[in-house]
């Protein structure tokens, strides 16, 4: 008789966990997070400034740390570029024509995100070293590709080949082509349309784009470690890094390290704000 | 009706397409060709040492089995904080939930060096397992540790929007049915999320398998003990030993490509699933 009203209670509620529950699941994500995530971005801060303020600054001011902050900015200022014209051209024509093999064309897109970056770096071994297709012609030109700066901007716009694309192509397909082609009987041409309506449009996930594809620029390791060759002159940040670490100069390591995690979370910072900046205006142009 | 017609308006196919396709070949497609051809001049004898001699066969195990290891710890944990992140209301959620990313946005070589300072024998974490008789830095647990670091956004981020879009009317049908929080977890919820959960587990194995930076600083990368895949390539590459390199990096690429056909096919799986119910 008595559970009887009580269950109709239940249902009333909207279905939840007990509050011991609740707490209980959010106490272990809390410490799972802090165990794997806060720790050890507070270790890296911790160990850079282990000695003192002026050996942090003395690293950073160092040549070589300045070299490596400088090949670093040039890959990513190569890079990121180059994979952002890519992306809008690739998602223009996959997500506003239809043709064969689009799908294909998709997973082809996606094949860098799963190839491993020392691969990624090898590859371009294979393709520019001497034995490779244009190492003899190369050698014979006096042109150095690989173990050299080039092969690190190749070996980055590898790794971070899909990042805008990957971000454009659903946003553009669920945006669908009925603006542009209503700007295009108005009588505009076609930059015009680009400029003006697809570009407003897609603002938000091209910035999101970029600001993913530089984080991975910046921080890409694996790729320059194979097609660098360990030498000075191909020290990107990264490089640097497990450079200073193998020379057993800790702190040296970690106060670099640590200008790449001020980058990174920035990128979160950034990555937050674009949402947040995005959502709404996504939520637009889908129910216009 | 004239939608055909109305495609033709938009200009720039042939130019973008072409374009596509130029930059695709170029960065992607000629390497990876040239990584076949050069696998194509290498006798059968010479291809077999390279991919199935002892040291490699003990790299695969450790690979693989770190890499599965660290993707179900994923997927557990994962699971639990896309949960709690999207059902619960609490202080620091927005930090919480911008802090998933730090594994993507995080050099691994950075993650690296600071896990391996941390679990090292005198380090934060590591002077607390110690004790317990527990050695992490150096050894395949390292591994281990690296891996579920780099893998950890994939299964969250993934199952995000999944359980945000889920109808609550389906889990009070099934209370008012007679169920109770944990039946319906595994009755309704668990199914209904499980294609979103298998593609975040899919994706933190892919990105385990490949991974380098964050373990060559955590495993000491002896041969037959703590030597990954990718850190063996990368020792052939040091001695200059391209034919092994080429052999090992074709076998990787192919279980990547299959990886990538699987998460493909789980994502189709997935939106049919959600378009069916």
Known sequence: MIPHPSSRLVQRRPATEPAFVRWILISIAVLFLALFLVVPLVAVFAQAFSKGIGYYLHTLANPATLSAIKLTCIAAGISVPLNCVFGVAAAWAIAKFDFPGKNFLITLIDLPFCVSPVIAGFIFILVFGAQGWFGPWLLNHGIHIIFAVPGIVLATIFVTFPFVARELIPLMQSQGRSEEEAARTLGASGWQTFWRVTLPNIKWGLLYGVILCNARAMGEFGAVSAIGGHQDSTNTMTLYVQALYENYDLTGAFAVASVLTFVAVLTIVLKAWVERKGTPLDNKTTSA | ?277
């Open chain 2, 1 to 277: 009706m004239s939608l055909s017609r109305q495609r033709k308006v938009l200009p720039g196919f042939r130019l973008t397409l072409g374009f596509t396709l130029f930059y695709l070949g170029l960065i992607v497609l000629i390497p990876l060709a040239a990584t076949f051809a050069k696998t194509t001049t290498l006798s059968w004898p010479q291809f077999w040492h390279a991919v199935a001699s002892p040291v490699t066969l003990a790299a695969y195990r450790l690979s693989f089995g770190a890499s599965l290891c660290a993707a179900l710890v994923n997927a557990v944990f994962g699971l639990l904080v896309a949960w709690v992140l999207v059902r619960y209301q609490f202080w620091g959620k927005k930090i919480m939930d911008g802090l998933v990313d730090l594994p993507f946005a995080l050099p691994t070589a950075v993650a690296g060096i600071t896990l391996a300072t941390l679990y090292a024998q005198n380090g934060w974490i590591g002077r607390w397992l110690a004790p317990l008789g527990i050695t992490v830095a150096y050894t395949r647990i390292g591994v281990f540790v690296a891996l579920t670091f780099i893998g950890l956004p994939f299964v969250v981020r993934t199952l995000q929007p999944v359980l945000e879009d889920f109808d609550p009317e389906l889990e009070e049908a099934a209370a008012s049915l007679g169920a109770n929080r944990l039946k319906t977890f595994y009755r309704v919820i668990l199914p209904m999320i499980f294609p979103a959960l298998s593609t975040g587990f899919a994706l933190a194995f892919a990105r385990a398998l490949g991974e380098y930076g964050s373990v060559v600083f955590i495993s000491s990368n002896l041969p037959f003990r703590t030597q990954i895949v990718p850190v063996l390539i990368m020792n052939k590459l040091e001695q200059f030993d391209y034919a092994g390199a080429t052999a090992l990096a074709m076998v990787m690429l192919a279980v990547s490509f299959l990886l990538l056909l699987a998460i493909n096919w789980l994502q189709w799986w997935g939106t049919r699933h959600s378009e069916r119910t």
